[in-house]
């Protein structure tokens, strides 16, 4: 295993966040960065203070989008034990995203390693409140500057670390989702089951329109037929009927959420009906209509479980729950939580701590 190189900044000053951090805009004092090039490999792997990149205009990845990420959180728990949730599956998956747009992968052992070192040396920006947290920004890109359709030569990986506050700033609060049937964010065989920029960007139109119509996020189709669910903007999403909970199975236009695996997980341990399908908005449509829909929920990183009170499509306005969280959406928020915090066990494995030392520079 390599050595981390550490460059660290002195902080002369006691760390204060502020009542209310948001999401993503406040950034701990290091990151983790580390280079690829054909002759080393993946090499000088180093933590050290958060500062701008430097590149060349001609950086390929900003021309040709040859780009990945991913995000997972760091909690402070009750006792005081800094954890990461899910971390393994986390770099599992930042892998896959690799492979699909041809950037080379990543130890998965070494880098939850550097992880660990560089959260153990920023652990005094983790929040202390419930519902807060560290969010973890892993990303690569390819770095070569050069104008022409190829795959970059050279590459870096960059681990950046930001506190962040409670998605829900007002409480468990459900939301409103327009189904999306005039753009297309992803097809099979595509893009759809990476996190790389494109997919991100081939969703903003339609979520800036959705905004601007009282919606709070998208709720996309298929791609070839625009008739079964796929995916909300940033959350995979549950169908709760009366006989079955329904996600949608992955197609290869979905992104196998880890939330949304620990949901399944759950699901199975309390003996409930929880099937992966294709799923058709008209089905949705139907069971609303004919009371056979008790809830619609998200899952995500960022929400953990968010509520779907109102759903829309074409000239359907669908009220679930009387707008409000359904029974099983909140359980299963507090069972995720409280194993987030420490408040239950983890049966599962799911958490990773991360031991408080001193590290030795040489």
């Known amino acids: 295993m390599q050595k981390i190189n550490y460059i660290l ?41 958060v500062e701008s990149i430097s590149m060349h205009p001609a950086t390929m990845f900003i021309h040709y989008g040859q780009a990945i990420f991913e995000g997972l959180k760091a909690f402070k728990q009750e006792n005081g034990d800094v954890v990461i949730f899910r971390a393994d599956d986390h770099m599992k998956r930042l892998n896959n995203s690799a492979r699909r747009v041809c950037i080379p992968e990543v130890d998965v052992e070494f880098v939850l390693e550097a992880l660990r070192e560089l959260i153990n040396i920023d652990r005094d920006w983790i929040p202390n409140n419930r519902g807060e947290s560290l969010y973890i920004r892993p990303f690569m890109y390819g770095s070569d500057p050069f104008l022409g359709v190829r795959s970059s030569k050279n590459y870096k990986l960059v681990i950046l670390l930001s506190p962040v506050g409670a998605y829900y700033s007002e409480g468990f609060k459900p939301v ?124 995500g990183t960022a929400a953990i479980i968010s509520s779907v009170g109102w759903l829309t499509y074409k000239d359907k306005k669908m009220v679930i729950n009387g707008g409000k969280p359904g029974k099983l959406d909140v359980k299963l928020f507090d069972e995720i939580t409280s194993i987030h915090y420490g408040l239950k066990e983890d049966t599962h494995n799911w958490i990773m701590h991360v031991e408080k030392k001193e590290v030795e520079v040489s």
């Open 9 to 49: 900044r002195e902080r002369n000053t006691p760390i204060h966040l502020p009542e209310s951090l948001g999401f993503g805009r406040i950034f701990t004092d290091h990151l983790f960065e580390m280079d690829y090039s054909p002759a080393e490999g993946w090499h000088s792997p180093t933590i050290k203070p």
């Open 176 to 299: 409103k989702i327009l189904v999306q049937d005039k753009y297309v964010r992803a097809v099979r065989k595509g893009l759809g089951d990476c996190k790389t920029p494109a997919n991100y960007a081939a969703s903003l139109l339609a979520a800036e329109e959705a905004v601007k119509n009282g919606y709070t996020q998208v709720l996309w189709l298929d791609g070839i037929e625009q008739k079964y669910i796929e995916e909300v903007g940033t959350m995979n999403i549950f169908i709760q009927l009366k006989d079955e909970i329904v996600t949608p199975r992955l197609t290869g236009s979905i992104l196998p959420g880890v939330t949304r695996r620990s949901v399944i997980e759950l699901l199975k341990d309390w003996n409930m009906n929880i099937v992966e399908r294709d799923i058709s908005i008209n089905e949705v449509v139907n069971a609303h209509e004919n009371g056979n829909l008790v809830s619609v929920f998200g899952t």
